[in-house]
C-alpha cells in the first residue's frame, strides 16, 4: 500500500519562524537531501506533469543511508495536496539511475533540500513543519500531517492566508523556475 501525508508550503518570516520555536515539541536540523527527477524519455515534461506523477531519486550525501527512487503520485486534498508513493528500488544512486533509464525514464532536473523540522501537537491531532532551503527553488515552510485537521492547525497557527498557501510539491516548483511547465 502506497505511504501518504499531507503537505501544503507558505512562505516563511522571521514571525513564523519564531512561533515554530515557541509552540514546537520538537525541533531538529533534517539531512541534506539531493533528489533527481525523471520523466519518460523522449516525453515533454507538460505531457508528464509533476504535479501529477513523477518519480523522483534522493539521495543523501552526508549519511550511509541508500539512496531511494520512488514514484509519486500527487492528489489535490482539501488543504494542500497528498503525495502517493511507490518505492521502486533502494540502493547505491548509480544502481538507481541505471534502473530508472532501464524503466525508460530521463532526467530532468536537480535539486538539493536543507531543512529543519519543527514537530507540533495539537491535542489528538499533529504536524511537521519544515523550514526548507531548495536549491534553486527558494526558501518555504512545508507542513506535513497525516490528516488534515492537523494540516488546518498548523496553517492556523502561522497565521497562513489562502492566497499565501503553495499547493505545488517541490518537483512542480523546480519545473516552474526550469521554464519547462
Given at each position: 500500500m502506497p505511504e501518504r501525508d499531507f503537505s501544503i508550503r507558505v512562505p516563511t518570516s522571521e514571525k513564523r519562524l519564531a512561533v515554530l520555536e515557541q509552540r514546537?515539541?520538537?525541533k531538529r536540523d533534517l539531512t541534506p537531501i539531493m533528489d533527481i527527477m525523471f520523466k519518460p524519455k523522449g516525453v515533454d515534461l507538460a505531457d508528464f506533469h509533476p504535479g501529477k506523477t513523477c518519480v523522483r531519486l534522493r539521495e543523501f550525501p552526508a549519511e550511509e543511508k541508500p539512496s531511494t527512487l520512488v514514484a509519486l503520485k500527487t492528489v489535490k486534498a482539501e488543504s494542500g495536496?497528498?503525495?502517493?508513493?511507490?518505492?521502486?528500488?533502494?540502493?547505491?544512486t548509480k544502481e538507481l539511475v541505471s534502473r530508472a533509464e532501464a524503466m525508460g525514464y530521463e532526467e530532468w532536473?536537480?535539486?538539493?533540500t536543507k531543512s529543519t523540522q519543527f514537530d507540533l501537537e495539537f491535542g489528538e491531532n499533529s504536524a511537521q513543519v519544515l523550514s526548507q532551503q531548495i536549491d534553486p527553488v527558494g526558501g518555504f515552510l512545508k507542513i506535513e500531517s497525516p490528516n488534515q485537521p492537523g494540516l488546518r492547525e498548523a496553517l492556523e497557527l502561522l497565521s497562513a492566508s489562502e492566497g499565501e498557501k503553495i499547493?505545488?510539491?517541490?518537483?512542480v516548483l523546480l519545473a516552474e523556475k526550469m521554464g519547462l511547465v
Open positions: 514546537c515539541v520538537a495536496y497528498s503525495d502517493e508513493r511507490q518505492k521502486l528500488g533502494e540502493g547505491e532536473g536537480r535539486m538539493k499547493s505545488k510539491n517541490a518537483a
